[in-house]
Structures are given as C-alpha cells and as structure tokens.
C-alpha cells in the first residue's frame, strides 16, 4: 500500500515538476522575447534619431550652394543634431590663418560651439548642433579664398 502511495505520489511529483519546467520555458520565451525588444527598440529609436544630413557645397568662385536652391538657406529646428556634407572646391586664394583650408564654414557668435569649422578641397563631413536660440544666423566663410569672399556667406534659420 504505501509503495503504491508513493508510486502515484511520485507520479504526481513528476507530473507538476513537468508542468513547472513547462512554465519554466514559457518564461524563458517570454524573456528572451523582452531581450529582442529591449535590444531591437532602442536602436530603431537611435536611427530615427540620427541626424539629419545637409548638403552644400562651397564653390570655387567662393560661394556657398544648397542643391536645388536659387538662394542658400537652411532651416534647422533649435538644438538639432545637424550632418553636414560639404563638398569643398579650392578657391583663388588661401588664408594662412586657416591652414589647409579652402574655405571655413563659421558663424561668429558660435565659433565656442563649434560653428567654425576648416573646409578642405573635398568631402567635409561633421556633425554640428544648431543654437538653442530661435532666429536667423549668417553662416560665413572666414578662410579669404579670393575674389568674393566678403559676400560668401549663407543664411541659416533657426526655429523653435
Ligand atoms: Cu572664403
């Protein structure tokens, strides 16, 4: 009698340690689910946070040129995380205050932010974060590069 007991008491044991392993993989699914969540979310979230890319070019007559604009302006949103790709063409003259560059690409007021950066003949690529103040800003070439120079400048609107 007491070894039948047993029997089915083990059985029994057996059985619920059966369904807890069950449960126990569940789990483990459920888990390894949350993990690929946990790991693919932020980096969707990173991509659609990358910044956004602004093309210009500086020309060689000394001229900054947005593709597809009469006039060179950009809008950017205060703060934003700005990719800029600039193709840069060598112009008449070279500055020895900008070493090896051809042209810079500068606003006055945020030269301590960043915003004077030395364009080589080339591709330049480099991230920037636009003011924090809403309003219009004169981005300029400060690297004398020749015959225009003094008018090479570009409008870049801030907004909020
Ligand atoms: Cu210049």
Known sequence: METKKT???????????????????????WVSLFLLFAMIVPSVYT????PRVIQI?????????????K????????NEVIKFQITAQKGTETDPKYPGCVHSF?????KDQGW????????????LVAPSK????????????????DDMNMKMIVTQ
């Open 116 to 127: 004077d950066v030395c364009l080589k003949e080339g591709m330049n690529q480099f991230v």
């Open 7 to 29: 029997r089915t008491e083990g059985c029994r044991t057996q059985i619920t340690s059966l369904a807890r392993l069950g449960r126990r993989y569940q789990l483990a699914s």
């Open 47 to 50: 991509l659609a946070q990358a």
């Open 134 to 149: 809403p309003g219009e800003y004169l981005i300029e070439c400060l690297s004398k590069c020749g015959k225009g120079h």
């Open 57 to 69: 070019t500086a020309t060689h007559d000394n001229k900054f040129k947005v593709p597809g604009q």
């Open 71 to 78: 006039e060179p302006v950009i809008t950017v949103k205060a």
């Open 106 to 110: 500068s606003v006055k007021g945020l």
